[in-house]
């Protein structure tokens, strides 16, 4: 059950009449449509006209049926005994499955056991990682590797690189290799990232995050790496010793919340650096190679915004922060202040990178690298869940991508990614019932996929009017995480 979301009145055969059905795969739009559903799954698209028969019809008018949205990085299980408000908000922006993106030996066992919790209407969990690599699991080459062959013991879906060191990183990821587990996450300050795209590394957060990418477009890039700027870490034991694990992810935790908030003189002035001698050709040099390896890049340009933006209005004072728990509101607001007091020249640094990053998200779609769409919510100040995914899809467009290719990062790239083509993201016979009817035509403009009449999860179907009481009810009682 679910504090916001009440279960729907319109499942088991559904009917939906006289859609526009939209294939990201393609970028077709097949007019007048019938979708038919019975329990989780699609079992016809055809042409409108046969009778409904022992069904509950929905009119589509003619609007416009998309596969729904997967967010490919959240954090929504952090809290996995109050997902219930997050769950809701993903529910009430169409967003049906994501990627966890840290993960614990308690949480694999729960997916193992079943017990993971899922109120009505909630998204599907994709993929989760073990534990994050610290330097407390992966502080040597060896216990890196040991924690490699630990996370796939236990079921991991991946591997996750947080805090590790070049050698620590590439060694973790030879052995992830080794093991046929895939190994995604954030790139060292002290790694080339030709060298993880060279050694398999499956995907890249964030774009970087930090300088890392940035100094392999740089005319001077050995005078960026020679900066030194690796972002201030919290001090996160190295020993194992009991309780260890807890700590450092409270640390980690405190630190998620803005991780901009410990940018350095040093990290500052190599954004500088990096941006004013950047060199479009080595950035095109670099696009063809995480083409030619399969490099994932998963921007979330919305995560580093309210990062480099971390005291503007737009996120301290976004009206969509009513839906958030008070105490995800106090962590945001102290991390504001604390933005606020960097120096003024590290601000500026901040804000200035930002022209950088989006150029290098253009870049890349312009070369072919693989991408896929995602937030860092839960956690990280400013980012609304479910709504972020869609201010995701605007940072997109404002790097220049187009609808359709933004279209396809939240639902047939999703499903590429996780090595399950064909299996969700799109509609058609045989397919999860997962899908979102819009008001106006996605490929027109990439905001339609915010224009929502109704969203299909896993055969249930929600009104535009029944999805504004869901966000009622989260208003009333705030507790998204």
Not at 28 to 39: A, P
Not at 248 to 255: A, C, D, N
Request: glycine fraction near 10%.
């Amino acid at each position: 059950m679910s504090r916001y979301v009440e279960p729907s009145v319109v499942r088991g055969r559904v009917w939906l009449r006289d859609v526009t059905v939209v294939d990201p795969l393609d970028g077709s739009t097949t007019t007048g449509q019938d979708v038919v559903v019975e329990g989780d799954r699609i079992v016809s698209v055809t042409a409108t006209g046969a009778k409904a028969v022992d069904a509950h019809v929905v009119e589509g008018g003619g609007r416009f049926a998309v596969p729904a949205f997967m967010d490919m990085h959240m954090h929504a299980l952090n809290t996995p005994d109050d997902v219930d408000g997050t769950y809701a908000l993903m529910l009430a922006n169409g967003v049906v499955g994501f990627r966890q993106m840290s993960g614990s030996r308690a949480l694999l066992k729960s997916r193992r056991e079943g017990t993971l919790p899922r109120p009505t209407g909630a998204p599907a969990l994709k993929a989760t990682a073990g534990d994050l690599l610290t330097p407390l699991n992966a502080g040597t080459v060896d216990a890196a590797v040991r924690t490699v062959r630990e996370q796939h013991r236990d079921g991991a879906d991946f591997v996750k690189a947080g805090m590790t060191t070049g050698e620590t990183f590439l060694a973790a990821l030879k052995e992830a290799n080794r093991l046929g587990i895939r190994l995604g996450g954030h790139l060292p300050a002290d790694l080339d990232p030709r060298q993880a795209a060279l050694g398999g590394v499956w995907s890249i957060e964030h774009l970087g995050p930090g300088v890392t990418v940035f100094a392999a477009a740089s005319s001077r890039e050995a005078e960026v790496r020679a900066t030194k700027a690796a972002r201030k870490l919290p001090p996160i034991p190295t020993v194992r010793i009991p309780g260890a694990e807890k700590l450092v992810m409270r640390l980690v935790k405190g630190m998620a919340v803005n991780p901009a908030t410990g940018t350095s003189e040093e990290e500052a002035h190599a954004y500088e650096l990096a941006d004013a001698s950047y060199d479009q050709h080595k950035a095109e040099e670099l696009g063809a190679l995480f083409a030619r390896h399969t490099t994932w890049q998963c921007p979330t340009l919305i995560r580093v915004h309210t990062q480099q933006f971390g005291d503007s209005p737009e996120h301290t004072a976004d009206p969509r922060r009513r839906y958030m728990a008070p105490s995800e509101l106090r962590a945001w607001d102290k991390s504001a202040r604390k933005f606020a007091r960097l120096p003024d020249s590290t601000r500026g640094a901040l804000r200035g990178h930002w022209a950088a990053q989006l150029r290098m998200t253009k870049t890349f779609a312009d070369a072919g690298v693989p991408m896929v769409a995602g937030t860092d919510a839960c956690g990280a100040a400013g980012i609304i869940p479910g709504f972020s995914l869609h201010d995701e899809f605007d940072h997109l467009a404002e790097a220049g991508l187009d609808p359709l290719t933004i279209l396809r990062m939240t639902t047939t790239e999703p499903a590429r990614f996780l090595g399950e083509e064909g299996a969700f993201g799109r509609i058609a016979a045989g397919l999860p019932a997962d899908l979102v009817l819009l008001d106006e035509d996605p490929l027109q403009h990439h905001t339609a996929l915010r224009k929502i009449a109704g969203v299909m999860r896993d055969g249930s179907w929600w009104s535009r009017a029944e999805l504004d009481a869901v966000l009622d009810r989260i208003a009333a009682k705030p507790g998204a995480h």
